[in-house]
């Protein structure tokens, strides 16, 4: 009698699913303030973290909140996000400086955005 044995190769094996705290990407959307004093970041890397945004940003003025925008019911980013300054002087400042710039290997996009 012959026993037959199957190998498993890469092709049966999957990496498990990220596991991402939903809560957490909830209360990074509601602890944004929506300030008239913004910028909108465009292109950014999937990579990027509302955490890098506001630490980014902080180089150039007093950054009150920052947020990346996700796919809802996702935790993907959208490629885009906003940074809330306290002065119209700040904002000016980081479109001056960080318009074209390199984040996490992608030049972004910063403007203010559009009414």
Known sequence: MVEMTRKLGAED????????????????????????HKVYVGNLAKTVTTDMLSKFFSEKGKVLSAK???VPGTSKSSGFGFVSFSLEEDVEAAISSFNNALLEGRRIRVTKPKS
């Open 13 to 36: 094996t999957e990496k498990p699913l990220q596991v991402v705290d939903k809560s957490k990407l909830q209360a990074e959307e509601s602890n944004f303030v929506d300030r008239p």
């Open 68 to 70: 990346v925008r996700r």
